[in-house]
């Protein structure tokens, strides 16, 4: 038997993380679509990673006024690739994919259904071209 999950187009599915809430000036860059600024939630284009960085706020720590992320990176062989992305800024801030967003997905029962991602937690702010080498070495 299977189990059936239906294309949801708001609903994220997959991985999903939340950065500190204690960031300003957030940005969400989703690999191949450049720099962006999110407001809000919002839903990206399919993509093979996205990144989320922010300027830490926050009067009691040294690392005030520094940039610190996190991005997802979605393995080619999980259901839906490349994913669509969500991400919210404000309130409690995440950062998720959303392989249901284009398509339903008949899980079956046997054998295990397997997906694989890499996360990268990094100081300053995510660039461009180290993220998509970080990907490259990733889906090697």
């Known amino acids: 038997k299977n189990h059936q999950r239906d294309r949801d187009p ?12 204690r960031q300003h000036q957030r940005k969400i ?6 720099h962006r600024a ?10 093979t990673w996205c990144d989320y960085s922010g300027q830490v706020d926050d ?5 005030r006024g520094s940039w610190f992320g996190v991005t997802l990176m ?3 062989a999980n259901p839906g690739h490349p994913p669509a ?23 079956p029962l046997e054998p ?10 990094h100081a300053g702010r995510g660039e461009q ?7 490259s070495e990733f889906i090697a």
């Open 129 to 135: 071209g180290g993220l998509d080498r970080l990907y």
């Open 74 to 76: 979605d393995h080619p």
């Open 10 to 21: 708001a609903a994220p599915a997959g991985q999903s993380l939340r950065p500190l809430r």
């Open 85 to 107: 992305f969500h991400a919210c800024t404000e309130g409690a801030p995440f950062l998720s994919d959303a392989p249901l967003r284009a398509a339903a997905l008949n899980v």
């Open 59 to 63: 009067d009691d720590t040294e690392s």
């Open 29 to 34: 860059r989703p690999a191949d679509t450049g």
């Open 112 to 121: 295990a259904l397997v997906w694989r991602y890499r996360v990268w937690v």
């Open 38 to 47: 999110a407001e809000g939630a919002k839903a990206l284009d399919p993509a």
